[in-house]
């Protein structure tokens, strides 16, 4: 399964470091970063106290070996849209179909596409009737492969026409401490690197909440955390909360 797009995600941080900039005055320094190859941190702002290094980590709720599961949720999307290109090209045939994917890596993009396509073609219902293979149900563990969880087929309605759709059931957890702790010691162990390019360093922890996969909650008990780091300063930030340590 291909990993998150480099550029998505240079992006992503860049849009980050100007919400903060913007809404959450005091967790990065105010001006244009810079962009400098590894290992210095991830943007480099110089300001009249000298260079300050920011180094962006995204918190998430789970990972499956390599990806975690906003880089999951978008290769479903992607397989999602290929497979019904792919289908319509082959088939010619203008179904409406949701795919329930289980948790977990998918198979390779290329097999991935080739497998929805070869379900639909086979579960494809008669033209009054839908298919309906539901997560939990005999027939989804016996027609389905182990990464899909339910699959349902639907004629569309001609006033009514829908891309296909796919996803994993996906849960807002509540960040913990622990996690915050375990994030913090893996990027120090990258500090010296980052300090050959700032005065200062600091860390951006981001809980993001731009999809559901990727939805953590920051609890109200995070004002009282206190972390031992060697970070010039530690920020941990959503969409709503902002703390900085």
């Known amino acids: 399964m291909a990993a998150i797009d480099e550029t998505q995600r240079q992006t992503k941080e860049l849009w980050w470091v100007e919400f903060a900039q913007k809404y959450r005055p005091g967790s990065v320094p105010v001006g244009k970063p810079e962009r400098l190859e590894p290992p ?27 990806y975690n599961d906003p880089e999951i949720e978008a290769a479903q999307k992607c397989a999602v849209k290929e497979a019904q290109a ?37 579960h494809r219902p008669p033209d009054t009737a839908s298919f309906s293979a539901l997560p939990g149900s005999r027939n989804a563990s016996t027609l389905l492969p182990s990464w899909l969880r339910g699959l349902s087929i639907f004629h ?74 060697p970070f010039d300063r530690v920020v941990l930030m959503s969409m709503q909360e902002f703390f900085i340590y």
């Open 86 to 122: 792919f289908y319509w090209r082959r088939y010619k045939d203008d179904l409406f179909v949701n795919f329930n994917f289980s948790p977990g890596v998918l198979p390779a993009r290329r097999e991935l596409v080739a497998a929805m396509t070869e379900l639909v073609a086979r």
């Open 156 to 229: 569309q309605l001609d006033y009514l026409r829908m891309d296909w759709t796919g996803g994993s059931v996906w849960s807002t957890s509540t960040l913990r401490y622990e996690q915050v702790v375990e994030r913090i010691g893996e990027k120090a162990s990258k500090l010296a690197g980052y300090r050959a390019f700032a005065d200062e360093v600091w860390l951006l922890l981001v809980c993001d909440q731009f999809s559901i996969s990727a939805s953590v909650s920051i609890p109200h008990a995070a004002a009282e955390w206190k972390f031992q780091h």
């Open 40 to 66: 210095a941190p991830d943007v480099v702002f110089n300001t009249e106290s000298g260079r300050i290094g920011i180094e962006l980590s995204q918190i998430v709720p789970r990972s499956y070996g390599r």
